[in-house]
């Protein structure tokens, strides 16, 4: 049913960040004025910073970024993307 749903049944093969999604997810509508940020391993020992409005206390629309890895050098750089209104 998992494969019936991605390749018929949702958007996924024109989703937006398709083409960056295993590097990093973006979700610009959901920032708001206290965020915090921390990271966690989903799976197989990788790592993910993930970036999150307060707001939202754990419910929908509460993930602002997902960045694979911890570096800081990599977050900063997705975040700077929404900030410059580049390449979303």
């Given at each position: 049913?998992?494969?019936?749903?991605?390749?018929?049944?949702?958007?996924?093969?024109?989703?937006?960040?398709i083409s960056h999604a295993k590097k990093w997810l973006l979700f610009p509508h959901n920032i708001g004025k206290r965020l915090?940020?921390?990271?966690?391993?989903?799976?197989?020992?990788?790592?993910?910073?993930?970036?999150?409005?307060?707001?939202?206390?754990?419910?929908?629309?509460?993930?602002?970024?997902?960045?694979?890895?911890?570096?800081?050098?990599?977050?900063?750089?997705?975040?700077?993307?929404?900030?410059?209104?580049?390449?979303?």
């Amino acid at each position: 049913m998992q494969c019936q749903h991605k390749d018929f049944l949702s958007d996924f093969k024109v989703w937006d960040q398709i083409s960056h999604a295993k590097k990093w997810l973006l979700f610009p509508h959901n920032i708001g004025k206290r965020l915090s940020i921390d990271e966690t391993s989903l799976s197989n020992g990788e790592l993910y910073t993930i970036l999150t409005n307060k707001s939202g206390k754990g419910r929908k629309g509460t993930i602002v970024a997902m960045v694979a890895g911890t570096k800081a050098d990599a977050v900063i750089a997705v975040i700077e993307k929404y900030l410059l209104n580049s390449e979303i």
